[in-house]
């Protein structure tokens, strides 16, 4: 079960997930994202979900960086490049 975003939104679980920003390379929280209105929470960033910059962290670590040693709960704004 992996398909909780949209579904999810405003629930418990929705705000716990952490979700990485294409544009800034960077992980927030789905509630960062919603407070700053659907916009990449990071300084300067102008990543927003509607052109899909953002994706679940459980999902692109693996499958999108395929980087199994980063973090499975990272802090709040880390950062973790693509390449
Ligand atoms: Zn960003």
Known sequence: MERCEAGDRG???????????????????????DRNGGRCPGPGCDGDVWDRHTWPWVRSRLRLLGRSEYPRKPAEGAHFPLY
């Open 11 to 33: 629930s418990e679980n929705h705000r716990k997930i952490l979700s990485w920003c294409l544009h800034c390379e960077r992980v927030y929280s789905a509630e960062a994202w």
